[in-house]
């Protein structure tokens, strides 16, 4: 599966909380879907919503009913993202790409331990102060921390921070 | 006003109204590229086969930004952080409110209504905005120590006001030439005559007046022989008494009264115009002395010494900087400071090459507060003394992690120059180059190390080290942002201890 729409979407989104923007969409894929179901369970965007080529009305976005995808709306499908701010600031604004869909980076469980430990492991640096990693495992999507939980590794999407 | 004053709310509405009504033909929507070629004007000949950008593209798929959402206020987003729209409308409902219903009947009791339509609109032209912004008391370093609309002459701090005002002074005259020996003498007796009469000039008795009636009006010579004789002989007489009643006065110990003194005759030659402008103006030479005190001022004028100092202050440099600070004296001179940088600059003019000399000094209290000066003057000594009391005044507090090192890696650019700062465990102490060991000893950092990757700039480096660690995150906003509990995985190991 390759991982250029997560490249795509991981520029589109920095683009997006440096223009300040409240409310933006990236292309419907199944990984962008569980790297977006990731980011909110980290806590770095505040809503997911499947909805149109406009976006859904901002008053509903919790409540909002989306439509089953079928064969005739599919191409139409965005992913609709909420972006965060605290203190006037973004609360996602740095989001860099490990692996690239020209040369993926992977790293196992002992490599991660010490990464989220903030020391350098195989071709990834060590985490600063409130970075986080998204790595696509064997169990979805998940967050360096999560995949630790649960001791797996797989590939390195992102450093998010 | 309300509708001026949310224009996101506004917009927001419009927009979901245009959601709305455009739902129903999403399917529809085609993206319609513009023509690169219709936005060439006709007079440019383009030189290159690339087809020119069109301006800024429009996104394919339409966001709603996070002003319209009201996730961040509108003050956020104007460039001049100190006069944001918020603040000055906070500022001129405080100071400028409009009349409340009690002070509206009171003035209703007191002015006709005519006269209230008038003040009404007077208070209409005048913006409490622009009031605010532009008639604001000064608050920088260089503002007067009083406050003052000029408009009032003050006699002790303004200059002196002008010549009309005060004592007359008569300018020279042009027509005035140097005494010849006639009117040289006829000002000399003048000067004289000022003095009592009766005495050796002007009153005393003549030769004329020893004769008959019939010869005063004939000239000394053409007298007989006895006439001028009897008269000489009682001349001399009247003379000798004359003298002879000076000493016995002199010897009584009264002074010869009226007579011209040996000041005034001083005053005589050193002081009296030898023009013949009717002693306008004195021909000293001499300046002329200051009187022990000058009225007016006497009193008024008082040594700047505050007894709190204890004598640390004697020539008041720290006196504004205590004023804005509010520190002691003191307390200032327990401060660290030191010079960091100094540079040697000039400014060539028509006159050459004026040289200054530019300081940037840095101040700390070795517990937390750090801050950077500059100073640029002519004399080094100045430009030292200058930038250290702006490095104090622009002390500020920095994180610190555990009171010794920075939160994480640190990282700050100033043009060319980036500065890295990384924390460090404790004992590892300060392994950094030496303006940023200054910098951290000052502000109170212990364990460091830093990188100066590319231009190691002395003054870049100088103010990205201290950007990066007055811009340091914050745990705790982030925690708060992202709604997840932020943990320091060294305490909890410790069973939480915060030391």
């Given amino acids: ?161 | 006003m309300s509708v001026a004053a949310r224009p996101a709310a506004r917009r927001l509405a419009s927009s979901v109204g245009a959601l709305c009504s455009t739902t129903s033909t999403i399917t529809t929507t085609t993206i319609t590229p513009t023509t690169p070629s219709s936005q060439i004007p006709s007079s440019c000949r383009p030189f290159s086969s690339t087809p020119p950008a069109p301006g800024r593209r429009k996104p394919r798929f339409r966001n709603i930004t996070a002003r319209d959402l009201g996730l961040i206020s509108p003050a956020s987003q104007k460039p001049n952080p100190y006069v944001s729209g918020e603040q000055v409308d906070r500022f001129a409902d405080k100071k400028f409110p409009k009349y409340t219903n009690a002070e509206k009947a009171e003035l209703m009791r007191m002015y006709t209504p005519e006269q209230i339509a008038a003040l009404e609109a007077g208070e209409a032209s005048i913006d409490p905005k622009d009031l605010t912004i532009q008639g604001r008391l000064r608050t920088d370093i260089y503002r007067l120590p009083y406050i003052d609309d000029f408009a009032e002459y003050q006699p002790i701090i303004d200059k002196r006001a002008p010549a009309s005002r005060s004592k007359k002074i008569v300018p020279p005259d042009p027509n005035a030439r140097f005494m010849n020996t006639d009117q040289f003498v006829a000002d000399l007796i003048e000067w004289a005559d000022k003095f009592r009469a009766g005495e050796p000039t002007g009153t005393l008795k003549r030769l004329e007046d020893f004769v008959g009636e019939e010869w005063k009006k004939v000239k000394e010579a053409q007298w007989p022989g006895e006439v001028r004789d009897g008269a000489h002989k009682e001349f001399k007489k009247y003379l000798q008494e004359e003298i002879n009643k000076a000493a016995k006065q002199q010897e009584n110990g009264g002074v010869v009264s009226g007579g011209p003194t040996d000041a005034d005759v001083l005053s005589y030659i050193l002081e009296r115009s030898v023009m013949t402008d009717r002693n306008a103006q004195t021909q000293s030479s001499l300046a002329l002395a200051l009187p022990d005190k000058v009225p007016g001022v006497a009193g008024m004028y008082k040594a700047a010494v505050d007894p709190a100092d204890q004598g640390l202050d004697e020539t008041g440099i720290y006196q504004d900087l205590k004023r804005r600070s509010g520190m002691s004296v003191q307390g200032i001179l327990k401060l660290q400071t030191k010079m960091l940088v100094m540079n040697y600059v000039s400014n060539q003019t028509r006159m050459g090459k004026i040289g200054s000399v530019v300081v940037y000094t840095v101040a700390g209290n070795g517990d937390g507060w750090v801050g950077l000066g500059y100073a640029k003057s002519q004399e080094p000594t100045v430009a030292n003394q200058k930038s250290r009391l702006d490095a104090i005044s622009k002390m500020r507090p920095i994180r610190r992690y555990e009171n010794r090192t920075v939160y994480g890696d640190v990282e700050a650019k100033v043009s060319g120059t980036v500065v890295k700062l990384f924390a460090r465990p404790p004992g590892f102490g300060l392994r950094v180059q030496h303006r940023i060991f200054e910098i951290c000893r000052a502000a109170g950092i212990y364990d460091l190390s830093a990188r100066v990757p590319r231009s190691r700039n002395p003054m870049n480096t100088v103010k990205a080290t201290i950007e990066a660690l007055h811009n340091q995150k914050d745990p705790e906003e982030m925690a708060m942002g992202r709604g997840r509990k932020l943990v320091d995985a060294r305490k909890v190991y410790y069973g939480g201890a915060t030391q």
């Avoid at chain 1, 589109?12 to 199944?30: D, E, V, Y």
């Avoid at chain 1, 505040?46 to 976006?55: E, F, K, M, Q, Y």
């Avoid at chain 1, 064969?71 to 692996?99: H, Q």
């Avoid at chain 1, 071709?123 to 995949?147: C, I, M, P, Q, Y």
Wanted: hydrophobic share 40%; proline share 5%.
């Fill in chain 1, 1 to 161: 599966m390759g991982i250029h729409s997560v490249c795509n979407a991981l520029s589109h989104l920095q683009n997006a909380s440096r223009a300040q923007l409240g409310l933006t969409s990236i292309p419907n894929t199944k990984y962008n879907l569980r790297f977006a179901l990731a980011l909110h369970r980290a806590g770095f965007i505040s809503s997911v919503t499947r909805a149109g080529l406009t976006p859904p009305p901002p008053d509903q976005l919790l409540t909002f009913e989306t439509e089953p995808v079928t064969t005739n709306n599919v191409s139409t499908r965005r992913l609709w993202l909420g972006l965060k701010y605290y203190n006037n600031k973004p609360v996602m604004s740095n989001l860099e790409a490990v692996s690239k869909p020209k040369r993926l980076v992977t790293a196992d469980y002992k490599q991660l331990s010490k990464i989220a430990r903030g020391f350098k492991a195989g071709h990834v640096k060590g985490l600063n102060l409130g970075e986080t990693l998204f790595l696509s495992t064997d169990k979805g999507v998940l967050e360096v921390r999560e995949a630790l939980e649960k001791r797996v590794g797989g590939l390195v999407l992102a450093r998010v921070s």
